[in-house]
């Protein structure tokens, strides 16, 4: 399913925020950056890992990440989880899916017995150069920033 590996550049992304402000990997170089894939906005586990991010930010900021949330909610929905759960950071209303194929986490879920397509809550640290760093695919929601921040 997901490809990209640890030493692999990072996909060179662009996408939208909650704002309609406009995000790309070659804003982030200089800096590590945190881009975490969540199912959808305001589910009690995407509202626990966001959270969990949430509350550990200035743990972020004072290692040099930047974080970036990308679901393929629209704009408003973003717009409101954010506000709602006062988030220090963009998330991206990936509608199109454009960035969420190319990091390659749109796929085959099972939830309940019952197969579907949908994103695979994964996260990729990148470096300052924009190569990944680690792609972590078993996200443990409620102490997310702490696989993270090691």
């Known amino acids: 399913m997901i490809t990209l590996q640890k030493g692999d550049k990072a996909p060179d992304f662009s996408g939208v925020d909650q704002d309609g402000k406009t995000h790309k990997l070659a804003?982030?170089?200089?800096?590590?950056?945190?881009?975490?894939?969540?199912?959808k906005a305001s589910t009690p586990g995407c509202t626990a890992e966001a959270c969990?991010?949430?509350?550990?930010?200035?743990?972020?900021?004072?290692?040099?990440?930047?974080?970036?949330?990308?679901?393929?909610?629209?704009?408003?929905?973003?717009?409101?989880?954010?506000?709602?759960?006062?988030?220090?950071?963009p998330l991206l209303?990936?509608?199109?899916?454009?960035?969420?194929?190319?990091?390659?986490?749109?796929?085959?879920k099972k939830f309940m017995?019952?197969?579907?397509?949908?994103?695979?809550?994964?996260?990729?640290?990148?470096?300052?150069k924009g190569i990944i760093e680690e792609v972590i695919e078993k996200v443990k929601t409620k102490e997310h920033a702490s696989q993270i921040l090691k």
């Open 27 to 39: 804003d982030y170089i200089g800096k590590k950056l945190v881009v975490f894939f969540y199912p």
């Open 52 to 89: 969990d991010l949430r509350d550990n930010f200035e743990r972020f900021k004072a290692n040099n990440y930047e974080l970036l949330g990308v679901s393929a909610d629209s704009q408003k929905a973003q717009l409101k989880f954010k506000d709602k759960y006062e988030f220090p950071f």
């Open 93 to 108: 209303a990936d509608e199109g899916k454009s960035v969420i194929n190319a990091f390659g986490v749109w796929g085959p």
């Open 113 to 128: 017995g019952r197969e579907y397509d949908g994103i695979n809550r994964t996260t990729f640290v990148i470096d300052e």
